[in-house]
């Protein structure tokens, strides 16, 4: 498969828990949910642009906390207009946005940006549900490997 996530090339941290069957870095990862993200795991709010080409849309905190809970390290967030944020991981001195390619061409800007917390992220009951859905998903897509 060709990636094309920010941070693919180094993205080979190895994950801390061995929950996940099949899931060793976050390519593996980036594969699962390829399998998984849809209009229902999307942000409310950008569900109807949400397409299976542009897959990632709308994907980003609810990937990178569960990214976190795979492998650790921090979630951190590029600001973007509105006053929301987009996550990414940070994983020792490995960085990885495996929902970057939403933006397309956007360059986005890696560094210097606030650490997220799931439970400001969470507060949302609906971000809370989607997140558990795609954990669940992810699961039941491992179980069967």
């Not at 693919?8 to 929950?19: P, S």
């Not at 849309?57 to 976190?68: E, R, V």
Request: aromatic share 14%; with cysteine; proline share 4%.
């Amino acid at each position: 498969m060709k990636y094309k996530f920010w941070g693919w090339e180094q993205a080979d941290v190895q994950a801390i828990t061995e929950q996940y069957r099949g899931i060793h870095t976050p390519l593996d990862l980036y594969d699962a949910l390829s399998e998984i993200w849809c209009a229902d795991t999307c942000a409310p709010r950008m569900r109807q642009s949400w397409t299976p080409g542009n897959r990632t849309l709308g994907q980003c905190s609810i990937t990178a906390f569960l990214a976190q809970d795979i492998f650790g390290g921090k979630v951190y967030g590029v600001p973007r207009p509105g006053g929301n944020f987009h996550c990414y991981n940070v994983v020792g001195d490995c960085r990885f946005d495996l929902t970057s390619e939403q933006f397309g061409d956007e360059a986005l800007v890696y560094e210097n940006n606030p650490e997220q917390f799931r439970e400001v992220h969470f507060a949302k009951e609906e971000k809370r549900l989607r997140y558990e859905y795609l954990k669940r998903e992810l699961e039941k897509l491992c179980s069967g490997r």
